[in-house]
T-cell receptor, first 113, second 111 residues
Framework: DQQVKQNSPSLSVQEGRISILNCDYT??????FLWYKKYPAEGPTFLISISSIKDKNEDGRFTVFLNKSAKHLSLHIVPSQPGDSAVYFCAASGVGSARQLTFGSGTQLTVLP | DVKVTQSSRYLVKRTGEKVFLECVQD?????MFWYRQDPGLGLRLIYF???????EKGDIPEGYSVSREKKERFSLILESASTNQTSMYLC????????FGFGPGTRLTVT
């Protein structure tokens, strides 16, 4: 049973527009959430994170929003650039599993020039 | 920056062979992990270790074992490789509940 779900396997966006990637989780013990970006033939790289005590965290063009009541988080990229084209993984950790990250299945983002 | 290295980028092995995947990190992290990445399934945790000589099963440990004799090194072992173990294998390390640093991955093909 997937505890972290990314229901959109792919997303295409025009350069300069906003990209919104979504993630849902089922485990209410999760209290720390991260987004990773992965290019082909490379390991994932950390992008941005958010603790459950916050509902928003921003870093340059990247903003993560957390809705605890809905068990939903989203990553906004504004403006989107062709170099953002990659697979984006949502991940979560929490009480009782603090050393592990549980990942979603990923969303392939394509930014069209 | 966390530096995690993996011994091979690409490996081709035959069914039934014993396969060793090595991972080394240089940040003195106590936690190390092995994941596999498959299309549509994301990253799935195979094994992890939070200290030397300690290991814990992840979500899909069957067919794998691990070894952690030194803090900086975490090895994944396929005792008898099978075709369904063809995958991208990713090693990661972390300190506490902090962000993970990942290695570049090993693309393993079992024929």
């Amino acid at each position: 049973d997937q505890q972290v779900k990314q229901n959109s396997p792919s997303l295409s966006v025009q350069e300069g527009r906003i990209s919104i990637l979504n993630c849902d989780y089922t485990n209410s013990m999760f209290d720390y959430f991260l987004w990773y970006k992965k290019y082909p033939a490379e390991g994932p790289t950390f992008l941005i994170s958010i603790s459950s005590i916050k509902d928003k965290n921003e870093d340059g063009r990247f903003t993560v929003f957390l809705n605890k009541s809905a068990k939903h988080l989203s990553l906004h990229i504004v403006p989107s650039q062709p170099g953002d084209s990659a697979v984006y993984f949502c991940a979560a950790s929490g009480v009782g599993s603090a050393r592990q990250l549980t990942f979603g299945s990923g969303t392939q983002l394509t930014v069209l020039p | 920056d966390v530096k995690v290295t993996q011994s091979s980028r690409y490996l081709v092995k035959r069914t039934g062979e014993k396969v060793f995947l090595e991972c080394v990190q240089d940040m003195d992290h106590e936690n190390m992990f092995w994941y596999r990445q498959d299309p549509g399934l994301g990253l799935r945790l195979i094994y992890f270790s939070y200290d030397v000589k300690m290991k814990e099963k992840g979500d899909i440990p069957e067919g794998y074992s691990v070894s952690r004799e030194k803090k900086e090194r975490f090895s994944l072992i396929l005792e008898s490789a099978s075709t369904n173990q063809t995958s991208m294998y990713l090693c990661a390390s972390s300190r506490g509940q902090g962000e993970f640093g990942f290695g570049p991955g090993t693309r393993l093909t079992v024929t």
